[in-house]
């Protein structure tokens, strides 16, 4: 069944975001944390700017910036890649932005939450820079990373107007679960909408719970 | 009484129910919204009637016009819906008739890409080809109808990509990220200028028709201005304009 297609295209593409948005954003908010460089506010900003426009509209603005008269779209062609647009590439890059705010954030909050001295304890014990951050900062600032995956994931799971403004809706390569279900609902296909819907619900919140009750039983223990 | 009056009127401002006499709310398929503002101009200016257009995919009209949406009429992008709304009642019967006839063209924003008569599907020296999706929007099933004619239907598959209505079809093609695509006609029409890019206007002989049918809904049916305003889209005025955007007339 090609809503099946779907589901696992979206599991792929939730997954592969959310992991490539740890990787990226991790030092982004490590340094805003840190940082006492004026650039804090703008690059603050900056990240948290794919939560003003609406979607559908940062879509847009991503097919003409990755199209080939776009400043995007001449560096990937001028590197064979060709355009990004109808990929999923193309679509976890435009993920990546989409979500990058709700991985960061929580992950700047756990950090700044840390504060400066069990950094500087364990540099006096003779730690260098990757140990402390891997041995304190990391453990630390778990519910933080706990946080920034279940929200990294959840956001990209319901993604939908950037999907749908560069996707194409091609089966297995864009085909999302949310542009299924809203394929669904505009050929008045109810049924089949409201099982997706239904089921789209049911296992995010399966996900959900269990990401929170393990989160809380790790605090508990603390 | 005063006091009642007023309250009586700062109700109907917040409460945004049934437009005051003279005012009509239309909901208008995607492909006809340059047009439909023109007209929505005319129309004011003959008759002293505001109308207020809210343009959109017609699947998603159909839905909210179920589930009780404010308007009074609806320009649809086929014949299908209006008929089924007024199957269900919620089109006032025997009020549907044909406003346009879409019209379909294969589209490329650049020079040279597309040929006047269309044989660059048969080359197929492109990447992507944008269509309407042939499930939700009538142009994208007049798209099907003319590749599966052609011949050329499984052969494009791994080439398509599909807008979700006509208008994102058109975004596909403007902005390069697909060569070409089918798009509506009056997308690329407008009057006194000619299309930029190349384009095939395609042979009607190839598609069923695309019936565009309007249709008075029953919120708008005791609205003298609504009534009104669709005996104007069937003025000589009304189809010049029409047909000044590409569209043909029954």
């Known amino acids: 069944m090609s809503d099946w297609t779907a589901v696992w295209l979206t599991l792929r593409l939730a997954a592969v975001t959310t992991l490539l948005l740890l990787l990226i954003g991790t030092p982004i908010a490590w340094w805003l944390a840190r940082t006492r460089s004026w650039l804090k506010g703008p690059v603050g900003a900056v990240v948290a700017l794919p939560l003003v426009l609406p979607p559908t509209v940062l879509g847009f603005y991503l097919l003409v910036a990755m199209g080939p008269s776009g400043a995007v779209g001449a560096v990937t062609q001028s590197l064979g890649l060709g355009l990004l647009p109808f990929t999923f590439a193309g679509l976890v890059i435009g993920s990546m932005i989409y979500s990058l705010p709700f991985v960061v954030q929580p992950l700047q909050t756990a950090f700044e939450t840390i504060g400066e001295r069990p950094m500087e304890a364990a540099a006096t014990l003779g730690a260098g820079p990757w140990d402390r951050f891997f041995t304190v900062v990391v453990p630390l600032a778990r519910p933080g990373f706990l946080a920034a995956i279940i929200l990294g994931f959840a956001h990209t799971i319901g993604e939908f107007g950037v999907v749908l403004m560069i996707g194409g809706n091609i089966p297995g390569t864009t085909k999302v679960l949310s542009v299924a279900l809203y394929d669904h609902v505009e050929a008045l296909e109810y049924g089949a909408a409201h099982w997706l819907a239904a089921g789209m619900l049911l296992f995010s919140f399966l996900v959900l719970l269990a990401m929170y009750s393990r989160g809380l039983r790790a605090a508990e223990l603390r | ?250």
């Not at chain 2, 437009?19 to 002293?48: I, T």
């Not at chain 2, 179920?66 to 199957?87: C, H, I, W």
């Not at chain 2, 650049?110 to 990447?127: I, T, W």
């Open chain 2, 1 to 250: 009484m005063v006091a009642s009056r007023v309250l009586l009127a700062a109700g109907c401002v917040a409460c945004f129910t049934h437009a005051g006499a003279g005012e009509v709310q239309v909901a208008v398929a995607a492909n006809f919204a340059a047009p439909a503002k023109q007209l929505a101009e005319r129309y004011a200016r003959a008759s002293g009637h505001q109308l207020s257009l809210s343009t959109g995919s017609t699947g998603k009209f159909y839905a909210q016009i179920r589930n009780g949406a404010p308007f009074d009429v609806l320009l649809s992008a086929d014949d299908e819906t209006p008929r089924r709304l007024e199957q269900e009642q919620r089109a006032v019967g025997g009020s549907r008739f044909t406003y346009a006839i879409g019209k379909l063209v294969l589209w490329s924003s650049s020079e040279g890409v597309v040929d006047a008569k269309g044989d660059v599907l048969r080359r197929a020296a492109f990447k992507r080809l944008a269509i309407a999706n042939p499930r939700l929007a009538p142009y994208g099933a007049a798209a099907q109808q003319v590749m599966e004619k052609l011949g050329v239907w499984s052969a494009l598959q791994d080439r398509l990509v599909q807008g979700e209505n006509i208008a994102q079809t058109y975004q596909f093609v403007s902005t390069g990220n697909a060569e070409l695509g089918f798009i509506a006609y009056s997308q690329i029409r407008e009057p006194g200028k000619s299309p930029a890019g190349s384009s095939w206007l395609v042979p009607q002989a190839l598609y069923a028709p695309i019936q565009q049918d309007a249709a008075l809904l029953q919120r708008g049916a005791g609205n003298r201005a609504a009534g009104q305003f669709l005996e104007f889209l069937r003025t000589a005025a009304a189809r010049e304009l029409i047909q000044a955007y590409g569209y043909g007339l029954p």
